[in-house]
C-alpha cells in the first residue's frame, strides 16, 4: 500500500522516513519529495510504499499527527491520480488562420 506522508520537516530525509515507518512492518521504499530547481530541498512531504495494508494502516493509525521534527505530520492512504478530468486549456483568440492583408494596423492612403 502506498501512504502519502505530508507536513514534515525540511531537514528530514527517505532514510529518516524509512526508519520511522521500519516499526510498523517491512518497508518497501520511502522517499521524501525535492525541489530539483532549490538545491533539492525538500518539499515537505514524501511517499511510503510497505509490503502489506495491515502494516501500512497500522502505520497510518500509529503515525498520524503525530510530531516529528516539530511539526505534525498527516498520514493517509495516498490518493490515486484520477488522470485528465475536466482540465481545460485556456485559450487566447483564434489562434491563426487566414487574414486579410488590408485589415492591418499602421499608415494608409484612404482616398
Given amino acids: 500500500m ?6 514534515l520537516s525540511w531537514s528530514l530525509t527517505s532514510d529518516d522516513l ?3 515507518f521500519a ?3 517491512e518497508v518497501i ?3 521524501v519529495v525535492t525541489d530539483k530547481f532549490n538545491n533539492n530541498r525538500s ?3 514524501g511517499f511510503v510504499e510497505m509490503a502489506d495494508d495491515e502494516a501500512a494502516n497500522a502505520a497510518i493509525s500509529g503515525l498520524h499527527e503525530t510530531e516529528v521534527g516539530g511539526r505534525k505530520i498527516i498520514v493517509n492512504q495516498k490518493q490515486e491520480n484520477a488522470g485528465g478530468g475536466d482540465y481545460k486549456k485556456k485559450s487566447y483568440g483564434n489562434g491563426g488562420g487566414y487574414r486579410d492583408r488590408n485589415s492591418g494596423g499602421g499608415y494608409r ?3
Fill in 109 to 111: 492612403n484612404n482616398y
Fill in 43 to 45: 518539499k515537505g512531504f
Fill in 29 to 31: 521504499s520511502a522517499k
Fill in 2 to 7: 502506498n501512504i502519502y506522508v505530508g507536513n
Fill in 23 to 25: 516499526p510498523y512492518g
Fill in 18 to 20: 524509512h526508519e520511522l
